[in-house]
């Protein structure tokens, strides 16, 4: 499971989440990580998202129109799957934080992918 969203419009933040099903000790599965937008999610930007299972990682990067920010999970486990659900638009609970305007989706899969 790999999520993005914005998690704070006003200056705020890009939100990244998965999950490791092998944590170090009790509590939650999930993770998350942060990239700080400063508004500038309101004019082009590029978001990666990715997870290897050969390296156990994951990468967010997002390109901004004049900076590129990046962050890493590592030691990262993800049961394969035979199904995949991809959803693009808005939250019901946000409605306003996307205005619906995407271009050039891609998912992918299989080697050199990551």
Not at 1 to 21: C, D, H, K, R
Not at 39 to 59: M, N, T, V
């Amino acid at each position: 499971m790999l999520n993005a969203w914005v998690g704070q419009p006003e200056g705020g933040i890009l939100n990244f989440a998965t999950y490791s099903y092998e944590t170090n000790g009790p509590g939650s599965p999930n993770l998350a990580k942060n990239i700080a937008h400063k508004d500038r999610h309101l004019r082009w930007h590029f978001i990666y998202f990715g997870y290897s299972w050969k390296e156990k990682r994951a990468r967010a990067f997002v390109r901004f129109f004049n900076d590129d920010q990046e962050q890493q999970f590592k030691n990262i486990n993800h049961f394969l799957t035979e199904r995949f659900l991809v959803y693009l638009g808005v939250d019901i609970k946000n409605p306003n934080h996307f205005n619906g305007k995407l271009a050039y989706v891609a998912f992918t899969l299989g080697k050199g992918a990551f």
